[in-house]
């Protein structure tokens, strides 16, 4: 009970709540302590299961037509000053709706995070994928914003999935641009913009570089942008081929992982007030991704009971 209510409600609410529903009397730091410590047992389990995913022991699974990894991050308040947490989701798809469009299996994501270094967490993603019949997919996607950290977890542990761009964060870099180059309300802005988001959604990379090369800067200031987002879209050009993910059916936004960074992390660890250390953090990370990932909540508990 006090790992549960741990890992959703701040420490002092969820004595509340064990007195209210179960008639127990606790005090607050009881339930801190018990929620961490069970969470660092977990975090020992998610250890394990990197070692076994890098030393090439993995589990059978049934074949899987499509498997996804996103991969993103978000700031938590620790006593140190703010802190990435990152976090991962492995999720399938399963068929195509009337239109065309890819549909997600509803009940297949899966999380893991934890704020710590990019190699550290590139295991960390890579055990989640192992766990999840990597071996089994069919096709790999890993979708992502541009962040450079996650491309080269990408390169090193997912080698040979197919590589997305989000499209909504290549569409924010378009509108950025134009807002300092027009304006924030000027109609010239709009009229440039949605020329340039049809490229982009057309997956035609090398007419938009061609339209932002041909830019006049009239500052240092917008020089410098300029640069910055030609660099940005020539880097990510395969990864934008929008045209051909759609018609390969594909999911071509990261709003999967973009949700799970809100409700995972944000909705527990970024409460008003809050400061962790990064140990707390992780550990109530870890409680919360366990009891999210389907039946692992239980299978901790049934594994402990027997141990």
């Known amino acids: 009970m006090m790992g549960l209510v741990g890992a959703h409600h701040p420490f002092k609410r969820g004595k509340k709540l064990i007195e209210e529903l179960a008639g127990i009397e606790l005090n607050t730091k009881s339930v801190e302590r018990v929620s961490e410590s069970t969470g660092e047992e977990i975090l020992k389990i998610e250890r394990q299961w990197c070692r076994e995913a890098l030393s090439g022991k993995v589990i059978s699974m049934e074949p899987i037509p499509i498997l996804y990894v996103a991969i993103d991050g978000t700031a938590v308040p620790t006593l140190k000053g703010w802190k990435e947490a990152k976090l991962g989701c492995c999720f399938t798809q399963t068929t195509r709706d009337k239109q065309g469009y890819p549909i997600r299996d509803p009940h297949s994501t899966t999380y893991t995070g934890a704020i710590e270094n990019a190699e550290l967490f590139g295991q960390r993603i890579f055990a989640e994928a192992t766990m999840r019949g990597i071996q089994s997919a069919e ?123 809100k409700s995972v992390i944000a909705h527990r660890l970024k409460q008003s007030g809050m400061r962790w250390t990064v140990y707390g953090a992780n550990t109530i990370l870890s409680l919360r991704t366990c009891q999210f990932n389907g039946s692992r909540w239980e299978d901790y508990w049934a594994d402990r009971c027997i141990a």
Do not use: P
């Not at 950290?149 to 590589?163: R, T």
């Not at 240092?220 to 030609?230: F, N, P, S």
């Not at 990510?236 to 993910?245: A, L, S």
């Open 139 to 261: 096709r790999v996607v890993v979708i992502a914003d541009g962040a450079k950290w996650i491309w080269n977890i990408a390169d090193e542990h997912f080698y040979s999935a197919i590589q997305i761009v989000d499209l909504y964060h290549a569409r924010e870099h378009i509108w950025d641009l134009g807002k300092l180059l027009y304006g924030i309300e000027a109609e010239r802005t709009y009229r440039w913009v949605k020329v340039r988001h049809l490229e982009l959604d057309n997956g035609d990379i090398e007419s938009l570089l061609d339209s932002l090369r041909s830019l006049i800067a009239e500052s240092e200031e917008e020089e410098e942008k300029i640069r910055q987002e030609i660099g940005y879209f020539e880097n990510n050009k395969k990864r934008m081929r929008y045209r051909e993910f759609r018609d390969d059916g594909l999911f071509i936004g990261s709003g999967v992982v973009e949700a799970g960074c």
